[in-house]
């Protein structure tokens, strides 16, 4: 008779997603820490960018009309804003990231096809991290600065913050600035950027700071949107879903560049297809079900599910996407021993704690017999559908790479 672990998921306080939630302190130390970031450099931003001078400043084909600028705003990015936040499993070296966005108003010119911004992109990382230097050496942080297209701020060993810097139109906010007035919203003086006025943000000309590569089009809300769409499509259960895969995805690789978002994107994929065979009220089938599509997800690929003509595997290595698809069909396989082909709760506890760690409760109470899961006519129970695509054979035994991402700059979260 299979197993029912749904409780072993959801169950307070000692459930698996709430093993994964960050404690209150945690999140009060990041959220003091982003609004120390935030209120320096709304505070210093304007002095900083002057001190550095015209020609340092500002793009040279810039027109002299064109070049000015205003205090820049902040709007929350990445897994906080998409609610799928886990607690790491290996600390160090893994950390908790905060992403956040910084919105600077400043005047744009045409250059050749192109709307650019008038400041220089590398002037705009020299400024923060000018205004930033002091600050981290005040308050014991590590201001690090290789990163490409973001500023980390180290908080401690467990957590850091990631800017990601952008630019808008400077028309832009004086449109929202006026709309903001009219609905009586004080837009001027506010650090964060309000929902209204960042969904007036003009869609095609956000652009990204990026340290080798100079302005990017990057507009981060399309990608919140395409993830808030689908749990809105399909319930909350597409994102406790991804946050196990996320939770099993750090038990497995310490380091690594198997990217959240990649993840992310099998679960929906899985949802689109399949969500009326899903049980709402039973995560650990949802779990299963998207286990047994992800090695063939993986072992394919992956397009950017809101950026036209970019993939999210496009950097893995052949050796890194065999290592990624090898463990995927390891979690299918022992998931399924787990779930469905025993009826031992011990046995079942112990594949489901190899697979994502002590955090899965140990509390055999948690863990009953399913006898509603008919194992010979379910979905549930037929062989697992592990096509690998491009990779043929692989070996289970295969020694993990790292896939848990420090490096920055993917803005994927």
């Known amino acids: 008779m299979p197993i029912n672990a749904h409780k072993a998921l959801v169950s307070r306080p000692s459930g698996y997603k709430f093993a994964l939630d960050l404690t209150e302190d945690q999140r009060r130390i990041l959220r003091d820490a982003r609004d120390e970031i935030r209120a320096e450099i709304s505070a210093k931003f304007g002095s900083f960018a002057k001190s550095l001078g015209d020609q340092a400043l500002y793009e040279g084909s810039a027109p002299v009309l064109a070049r000015n600028f205003q205090t820049p705003k902040f709007r929350m990015q990445g897994s906080f804003s998409y609610d799928t936040c886990n607690q790491p499993a290996h600390v160090p070296p893994q950390e908790i990231d905060l992403d956040d966005g910084l919105f600077m108003p400043v005047s744009y010119f045409q250059k050749n096809q192109d709307r650019l911004p008038a400041v220089n992109s590398a002037a705009y990382f020299s400024i923060i991290e000018k205004i930033l230097a002091p600050l981290c050496e005040k308050k014991g942080w590590k201001l690090v600065t290789d990163k490409p297209s973001c500023v980390r ?46 969904r007036m943000l003009s869609q095609d000309e956000i652009m990204l700071a990026h340290r080798k590569e100079g302005w990017k089009k990057s507009d981060p809300r399309k990608l919140e949107d395409w993830f808030v769409d689908a749990v809105k499509e399909h319930g909350d259960q597409v994102r406790t879903v991804s946050r196990y895969l996320k939770g099993w995805k750090d038990y497995q690789w310490k380091e690594g560049r198997l990217a959240s978002i990649a993840l992310m994107a099998a679960v929906v994929s899985v949802f689109e297809k399949s969500a009326a065979q899903i049980p709402s009220n039973r995560d650990d089938i949802a779990l299963l079900r998207v286990a047994r599509e992800l090695p063939d997800f993986l072992a394919k690929e992956i397009p950017n599910p809101v950026v036209e003509g970019e993939r999210l595997d496009q950097s893995w290595s052949a050796v890194e996407r065999q290592d990624f698809v090898a463990k995927a069909k390891i979690l299918a396989q022992r998931l399924a021993d787990a779930l469905v082909n025993t009826s031992d709760r011990s046995a079942s506890l112990k594949v489901l704690q190899g697979l994502f760690g002590g955090r899965i409760p140990d509390d055999l109470t948690l863990y009953v017999p399913d006898a509603g899961l008919d194992v010979k006519t379910s979905p549930l129970s037929t062989p697992a559908a592990l096509t690998l695509g491009l990779i043929d054979k692989i070996d289970a035994e295969h020694q993990p790479l790292a896939a848990v991402n420090k490096q920055g700059g993917g803005r994927y979260g």
Do not use: C, W
């Open 153 to 198: 701020v180290v908080v401690d060993d467990t957590m850091h913050t990631d800017l990601a810097l952008y630019s808008v139109p400077d028309g832009d906010f004086l449109r929202i600035l006026k709309d903001a007035q009219n609905r009586g919203a004080d837009f001027s003086t506010a650090l964060m950027m309000e929902d209204t006025a960042y």
